[in-house]
């Protein structure tokens, strides 16, 4: 085995950022957090780059979308689990916009479908 994929996850709820934080850590995964959407740019710049970035959607001020159209549009490809309990239906499409290398998944999760879409996106790459 080589070495753990670093992940990247930001959420302003702090009880979810563990959840999801201990949950991938516990797969193996070498789990970096964040509170918010300027966090998860400013931490993509000073510690990147991450093999995966696992974000919420509704974060104050630059919610988890438009942070990741920012950096796509700086040219950071890395796949991403967009993570949201809002029931919009242009969400998905605008996942999928982020290319086929990005996973919506809807609040509440169960922590399989977690583990088996980080591992999916860490996987394909290698």
Do not use: C
């Amino acid at each position: 085995m080589g070495i753990p994929s670093r992940v990247l996850v930001a959420d302003d709820d702090a009880d979810m950022l563990d959840a999801v934080s201990d949950a991938l850590t516990g797969l193996g995964f070498n789990v970096a957090t964040v509170e918010s959407g300027a966090g998860l740019i400013d931490r993509l710049a000073s510690d990147g780059p991450f093999d995966l970035i696992v974000t919420d959607i509704s974060m104050p001020w630059m919610d988890g979308l438009k942070t990741l159209r920012s950096i796509r549009t700086a040219g950071v490809t890395t796949p991403v689990i967009v993570m949201t309990a809002l029931s919009d239906e242009h969400i998905p499409g605008r996942v999928q916009a982020l290319g086929a290398n990005a996973i919506l998944l809807q609040k509440p999760f169960d922590l399989d479908e977690l583990s088996s879409a980080a591992r999916r996106l860490t996987t394909s790459g290698r």
